[in-house]
C-alpha cells in the first residue's frame, strides 16, 4: 500500500470538495502553511482510523515496529505523555501500589492521580561530582517490591533528561520474577538501538512497555511518539482502550504523515546519519577536552562505580571551579552567540545532539562555549553579577501525609513560602523543562526543602507551584 503522504498527496491534488472538518477545507491561503493544510484531513474513508487501524495507518505501525523490533507498536499524536497515561492506567488500578523512580516526569505522577493508585518511590543516587541524578538499581527495585508484593507494576525513566541510563535487563528480570511488568519511559531515547554506538533500547532489553517521544531526538513533527508493547503480561486491549482515551479522536493527518515519512526516511538513510552523528560527537567531545572551565559530563568522571551507562548524545555541560548557573550560561549562548540549548539547571546545561545535526553547528557551539570561558574570565564585573552559592538538590525523602489523589477535594489556601514549613504542598512544583516534580501533592515542606527551592528561585529559576509576585508563594492544603 503507498505511503500515507504519497496518498495525501494524491487526495488533495483531486477536485473533490471537502463538506466535512477541517474547516480550512484545505484551501487556507498561507505561504507556509497552505502545503500543510492541503493534505491535512479527517478520518475520510480509504484512509483509516488510528483508533481502529487496518489499513495504511496500521501498514505504518508495523514499519515502526519492525524497526525498533517490537511486538507491537502504536502511533502517539500526544507526545509521550499519552503513552505515560495509557501504560500506568493499563496496569494499575484505584488503590494499586506501583514502584516508581521519583524523578520521573509529571505525566506519570498525573496518571498515578487519575487511577487513585499508591506510589512506592525508589530514590536514584545523586551523584555529586555532577550533581545530577543517577540510574536506578535492580537491587532497589528488588528490595522494593520485597517490602511491596502487591505491587502491579514497576515504572522507571531510562534515559533520564541528562542521558544516563539505567540496567533494563536486570530491572526487567526482577520484575518478571514477581510477575510485574515492567513500564520505561524512554521519550528522550527513540534513537537508541538504531546504532550500535549507542546503547541497546528498552524494548530489546525485557521491558514490557517502552514509551519514546520520537520528535526529541529524531527528524519527526513536535508531539509525536510511540507505545511499544512486548510479551504477555500487560493486556493489550486495556492498553489500546487508555490509548484511545487520551488520544484526541480528531487525530492530524499532518502528524501522522510526519510520523510515516519519518520512519522512511530513517529506514533509508541510517546508517548514513547515524556514522555523520557519531563523527561529529567524537571530534567535538576531544574538542572540549581542551576547554578550561567546562566539562563535558562522562562516565568516567565518577569517582565511585555506580552502574550506568550514558548516553553521549546528550550533551551535559557541567562546571565547578566557576560560580555562574546554568540560567546565566543558556543566556550567553542565545544573545551572544545564536543559540538556544535544551535546558539550563543550576550547576550545568544540557543540549542535544542528533541525526540532523551538522558539523557547522558543533563547530559554533564549542566556539562559543571557549569565547564565553574567556568572557567569564576577563569580565569580573559579569561574574560577580551571575555568581551564586553553591546549589545542590539533595534533601532526604519529604515525609508524605496524603496520596496526590487524596489532596483533591481539600481546602487550599496560599501562603509566602517561608511560612510553609511543615505544611501539606497542595500543587506539583517543578523546574520545565525537564518537568521533574521537586515536590509531590501531599508531601511536607520541610524548613530543609524550603531553604532548596529558595536557592533555585533566587538563582534566576521559575519552578511551576510557586507563584512570584513580589513574594514567593506557595498552595497548602488549610489546616
Known sequence: MADLLKKLRKYSKKKIYPFHMPGHKRLFPHPYLGPLYAIDITEIEGFDDLHDPKGIILDSMRKASKLYQADETFFLINGSTAGILSAISGTVGQNDKIVIARNSHKS??????????????IYPPYLKEVKIWGSVSACEVEKMLDANPECKAVFITSPTYEGIISDIKSIADVAHNYGLPLIVDEAHGAHLGLSKRF????????????????????????????????????????????????????????????????????????????????????????????????????????????????????????????????????????????????????????????????KEGFKRFYSALEEIEKLIEQEEKNRKKSSIKKVEFVINPPEIRFLPSEIEGKKIENILLEKAIDRVVADYIYL?????????????????????????????????????????LVNVVKE
Open 199 to 358: 546503547p541497546e533500547s528498552a524494548v530489546h532489553l525485557g521491558a514490557d512497555i517502552v514509551i519514546q517521544s520520537i520528535h526529541k531526538t529524531l527528524p519527526f513533527p513536535t508531539q509525536t511518539a510511540l507505545l511499544h508493547i512486548n510479551g504477555n503480561l500487560v493486556d493489550r486491549n486495556k492498553i489500546k482502550k487508555y490509548i484511545s482515551m487520551f488520544q484526541t479522536s480528531s487525530p492530524s493527518y499532518v502528524l501522522l504523515a510526519g510520523i510515516d515519512e519519518g520512519l522512511n526516511f530513517i529506514e533509508k538513510n541510517k546508517s548514513r546519519l547515524f556514522k555523520k552523528l557519531e563523527d561529529n560527537l567524537d571530534i567535538f567531545l576531544n574538542q572540549c577536552n581542551q576547554l578550561k572551565y567546562f566539562k563535558i559530563f562522562q562516565k568516567s568522571m565518577m569517582t565511585r562505580d555506580y552502574i550506568f551507562e550514558k548516553d553521549n548524545s546528550r550533551i551535559v555541560v557541567t562546571w565547578n571551579e566557576i560560580e555562574v548557573t546554568g540560567s546565566y550560561i543558556m543566556k550567553l549562548l542565545s544573545e551572544n552567540f545564536g543559540i538556544q540549548i535544551e535546558m539550563a539547571e543550576v550547576n550545568y546545561i544540557i543540549a542535544i545532539a542528533g541525526i540532523m545535526d551538522t
Open 432 to 472: 520545565y523543562p525537564p518537568g521533574l516534580p521537586l515536590v509531590i501533592p501531599g508531601e511536607i515542606l520541610s524548613k530543609e526543602l524550603i531553604f532548596h527551592l529558595v536557592q533555585y528561585l533566587e538563582s534566576g529559576f521559575f519552578l511551576k507551584g510557586i507563584s512570584q509576585k513580589g513574594k514567593y
Open 108 to 121: 506519570a505522577y498525573n496518571a498515578i492521580f487519575l487511577r487513585k493508585a499508591d506510589p512506592v518511590y
